[in-house]
């Protein structure tokens, strides 16, 4: 026990010390260590914005869910779908969604663009991640809903007018099985013209089967492009993405293997530029856990600080990051961060001293001085 009450007071003592007689340095070093840092801190924001995104590919209940892909005109899809669940009545709960190539007004600005009308009741198929604001879809009210990446500039409470109409945006959320669009209301009671694309969401536990759908939707002059579940859905939208994604893997990969060499040589340059001072604590005594320790222990220090500094300055960052770059930060994100770099670090120190370790003291004076 007295032991340890030694070795404890020896670290508190020599970190005292290192601070007070090379405190320029170990400020160099924290400094290195937070720009170093942000590397890390940036591939697991990016790891960690890509798992939010998959998150969000599967639908809900997605095991009791028909997905259908439509072309052919119609003015009122959401009369079709009534008129579907009224014919086939094991249809629990359903909706549809239409595109359509429009004119978007916003902000004094005014661009053509597909937007997507929906029925309420596809925000209970879809999941959806990082929502800001109420998702809320209502003719009644006027509410719209928009996806993150949607590129107009236009957040929760803000006007968008379309086709002459004024909506209020309620809610933007991440979901990549629907990225980059805007959904409005169908206008109950009216007709829309130039709805050629449709897409409809079926649960129920014992939905017709796929020939029977395919007949009664070709009835209303409407042809079937695609027909699969939920879960096929998901897999090949899964599949997809992942194949997509690989490019943006790999470089948070390489990202990750640079932060290590960057990490690793400062700790290496801090333990050259100390060799002398080793050499003389191991000339009256120390012993080599005792220097392992030391040095472990100022490291981790300039690290924790580091991560102080990064947490500080990252918000500013990500303010200023386009938003193509798709980084999330999280208290987890600053954790993985901080112990992937604490990793890198005991593995330098625990290297580099042991390579001291087989040098005599009087040398490793001799080599620096």
């Known amino acids: 026990m007295k032991k340890h009450v030694m070795v404890v007071k020896y670290i508190l003592y020599d970190l005292l010390h290192s601070l007070k007689h090379s405190g320029r340095l170990k400020f160099q070093l924290t400094l290195t260590l937070c ?5 890390p801190l940036l591939c697991f924001g990016c790891f960690y914005a890509l798992m939010l995104q998959f998150s969000t590919i599967p639908l809900v209940e997605e095991e009791r869910v028909l997905t259908i892909m439509l072309q052919g005109e119609s003015q009122r899809p959401a009369e079709l779908l009534d008129q579907l669940k009224a014919d086939f009545p094991s249809i629990e709960q359903s909706s549809i969604v239409s595109y359509r190539y429009s004119v978007v007004e916003w902000s004094g600005e005014r661009s053509n663009r597909f937007v997507r009308y929906a029925t309420p009741s596809l925000l209970d198929f879809i999941q959806i991640t990082d929502v800001s604001g109420r998702p809320i879809l209502s003719d009644a009210q006027k509410l719209c809903i928009a996806e993150n990446s ?8 803000q006007s968008i007018t379309v086709e002459g109409v004024e909506y209020h945006l309620s809610s ?21 013209s130039n709805l050629m694309q449709h897409e409809i969401y079926l649960r129920g536990s014992n939905l017709p089967n796929e020939d029977t759908l395919i007949q009664w939707l070709k009835n209303t002059g409407l042809n079937v492009t695609a027909f699969q579940t939920g879960k096929d859905s998901s897999s090949e939208l899964l599949v997809n993405c992942f194949k997509f994604s690989v490019n943006r893997m790999a ?3 390489i990202g990750l293997l640079y932060a290590a060499i960057n990490v690793g040589l400062v700790i ?51 303010l200023h990051c386009p938003t193509s770059l798709a980084i999330k930060i999280n208290p987890g994100v600053y954790l993985a961060s901080f112990m992937f770099c604490l990793v890198v670090l005991v593995v330098i120190t625990w290297i580099s001293t042991w390579k001291l370790k087989k040098i005599k003291p009087i040398r490793l004076m001799e080599r620096v001085s």
């Open 172 to 192: 933007r959320f991440t979901c990549l099985r629907n990225s980059s669009n805007l959904y409005l209301p169908y206008p109950e009671g009216k007709s829309l």
């Open 251 to 253: 470089i948070g990969l």
């Open 268 to 318: 290496i340059g801090k333990l050259q530029n100390e060799k002398r001072s080793l050499g003389i604590r191991m000339a009256v005594g120390a012993s080599y856990k005792m220097i392992c320790l030391s040095v472990f222990s100022e490291n981790v220090l300039c690290l924790m600080a580091a991560l102080v500094g990064d947490i500080c300055i990252m918000p500013f960052i990500l």
């Open 35 to 39: 720009i170093g840092m942000f590397f």
């Open 150 to 157: 949607w590129p107009i500039n236009v957040e929760p409470g």
